[in-house]
């Protein structure tokens, strides 16, 4: 069947006015078309998710976006209070906007202020803040949401004062859920993957960076990034997936670590590259974990098979990981509770994003990470959940904003930025995580007057609509 592609907002036509989908697909991949990982029918527009990360609408024969019958999709949130975009570095950096308005015009910004007011179409989707905040959908950089099981018993165990690395070492902690993960199948991964990014979703969450790492053996990492990739083909939530096979050498390999490694290199960062399972790949870097070396030898593994680098480093001693992701070009070092000031100045001076997770630090009882040495160094920092069923079992950013401004003397407007525009631009989005004209219309409206309110309340959700695309997909 002749179709047409629409995409980035022009038509894009073959010879004769048309392309065939199979030749699209063909172009786009050098000739071994990709899989279509999800379609859905949108009036008369197909849309499709291809696997190679693409996504495209399909018009039908004849059809055409500027007919009647296939106008234009907008969408108008007017009487807003206060508007943080986080197009300016000037100034906080928020990119605050007061009394404005904002259209959305099929998934993407379009104007704001009176503009957005004079040029919404009269059939328009509209929705009135009642003069709250409206903020970009937020980033969680850091995320571990497919796993069986949960860790509930050995949260007692630390309340009677076993810390992490005593539960680790002795087979606890991250093993049980090796064992639930590695009985569990694919079906039932995606379904509690699933559970998690509707509660991230529930907080305002709309773009997550998300884990592998608890199977710790070839075909059990491959089958956690599937379920993954299940999930975040039917879900509003955009996933950024990592391999983290090397989150803890196994059980069966203490003895044996070398081929563990050799597993990692040789079996899976080719397989899940090949496949297109992940885009990122991590390594735990720790006392009891991966050393410097391994590590070093993994990365330059993922890196040959073009996968992007992220690191847990220092987060309960200094393994110097910190210049390690720096050397390396990693995209973010994240934890650094234990993080040396010649970590600090590396990653200052190579740009790397740190990423801090005070929801573990809270758990685990460590330190807060520096985030003010990082600050003043001149390190971006991004916030995450840490989403884990171990050191960090939350789904609330804005949870991670308060701790961050009480307990680690971030700003409000750091905080903000931290779950926004540098969690975005750790994972290298640079579409959303901010507003402008043509970024994704991935919108939060918070039950709030004044951004400073959110970290402010401890533990509340004021997120009372949340937008993806430029759709409800929560609230009304």
């Keep these: 069947m002749d179709l047409e592609i629409v995409h980035g907002?022009?038509?894009?036509?073959?010879?004769?006015?048309?392309?065939?989908?199979?030749?699209?697909?063909?172009v786009r991949a050098g000739g071994a078309p990709p899989r279509i990982r999800a379609a859905q029918l949108d009036g008369p527009w197909?849309?499709?998710?291809?696997?190679?990360?693409?996504?495209?609408?399909?018009?039908?024969?004849?059809a055409r976006a500027d007919e009647p019958h296939s106008p234009a999709r907008a969408l108008l949130v007017h009487d807003i209070g206060q508007l943080l975009t986080f197009d300016s570095d000037e100034g906080d950096g928020l990119g605050?906007?007061?009394?404005?308005?904002?259209?959305?015009?099929?998934?993407?910004?379009?104007?704001?202020?009176?503009?957005?007011?004079?040029?919404?179409?009269?059939?328009?989707?509209?929705?009135?803040?009642?003069?709250?905040?409206?903020?970009?959908?937020?980033?969680?950089?850091?995320?571990?949401?497919?796993?069986?099981?949960?860790?509930?018993?050995?949260?007692?165990?630390?309340?009677?004062?076993?810390?992490?690395?005593?539960?680790?070492?002795?087979?606890?902690?991250?093993?049980?859920?090796?064992?639930?993960?590695?009985a569990a199948s694919t079906d039932e991964l995606a379904r509690a993957g699933r559970r998690n990014l509707d509660r991230l979703l529930r907080w305002g969450v709309t773009t997550i960076e998300g884990k592998s790492g608890y199977a710790l053996e070839t075909e059990g990492e491959l089958r956690m990034?599937?379920?993954?990739?299940?999930?975040?083909?039917?879900?509003?939530?955009?996933?950024?997936?990592?391999?983290?096979?090397?989150?803890?050498?196994?059980?069966?390999?203490?003895?044996?670590?070398?081929?563990?490694?050799?597993?990692?290199?040789?079996?899976?960062?080719?397989?899940?590259?090949?496949?297109?399972?992940?885009?990122?790949?991590?390594?735990y870097c720790e006392d009891g974990a991966f050393t410097r070396d391994e590590v070093q030898r993994i990365f330059e593994a993922a890196r040959a098979h073009g996968l992007g680098l992220r690191l847990h480093a220092e987060q309960f001693t200094d393994q110097r990981g910190a210049q390690l992701a720096?050397?390396?070009?990693?995209?973010?070092?994240?934890h650094l509770e234990a993080v040396s000031d010649d970590g600090i100045a590396a990653m200052a001076a190579a740009g790397t994003v740190a990423i801090l997770l005070p929801g573990a630090a809270l758990t685990c009882r460590c330190p807060w990470p520096p985030a003010r040495a990082l600050a003043e160094a001149g390190v971006p920092?991004?916030?995450?959940?840490?989403l884990n069923p171990g050191s960090s079992m939350t789904a609330s950013l804005p949870l991670m904003m308060s701790l961050a401004c009480t307990q680690m003397r971030m700003s409000c407007e750091e905080?903000?930025?931290?779950?926004?525009?540098?969690?975005?631009?750790?994972?290298?989005?640079?579409?959303?995580?901010?507003?402008?004209?043509?970024?994704?219309?991935?919108?939060?409206?918070?039950?709030?007057q004044d951004y400073r309110v959110v970290p402010y309340f401890f533990g509340d959700n004021h997120a009372r609509v949340v937008i993806k695309d430029g759709r409800v997909v929560v609230g009304a």
């Design 9 to 26: 907002g022009g038509a894009v036509a073959g010879p004769d006015g048309t392309w065939r989908l199979k030749d699209l697909l063909a």
């Design 46 to 62: 197909l849309r499709l998710a291809l696997d190679d990360g693409s996504r495209h609408a399909v018009l039908a024969p004849g």
């Design 96 to 182: 605050l906007q007061r009394d404005t308005a904002l259209l959305c015009v099929d998934g993407r910004v379009a104007l704001f202020g009176e503009q957005a007011l004079a040029r919404a179409p009269t059939d328009a989707e509209r929705i009135d803040a009642r003069g709250a905040l409206v903020t970009p959908g937020l980033i969680d950089p850091h995320t571990h949401p497919i796993f069986a099981g949960d860790r509930a018993v050995e949260f007692g165990m630390k309340a009677q004062g076993k810390t992490y690395l005593e539960i680790h070492k002795a087979g606890g902690g991250l093993y049980s859920t090796v064992r639930a993960t590695r």
């Design 225 to 283: 990034l599937e379920a993954l990739r299940l999930v975040a083909d039917t879900h509003p939530v955009d996933v950024e997936p990592t391999l983290l096979g090397a989150h803890a050498v196994p059980p069966e390999h203490k003895e044996s670590r070398d081929a563990y490694i050799d597993e990692i290199v040789e079996q899976m960062i080719p397989r899940a590259a090949r496949g297109q399972l992940a885009r990122w790949c991590d390594a």
């Design 326 to 334: 720096a050397e390396l070009g990693a995209a973010s070092a994240d």
């Design 381 to 386: 920092i991004a916030l995450g959940t840490d």
């Design 415 to 448: 905080a903000w930025r931290a779950v926004t525009i540098v969690a975005a631009r750790s994972l290298g989005l640079d579409d959303v995580g901010v507003l402008r004209p043509g970024a994704r219309a991935d919108l939060v409206i918070f039950d709030a």
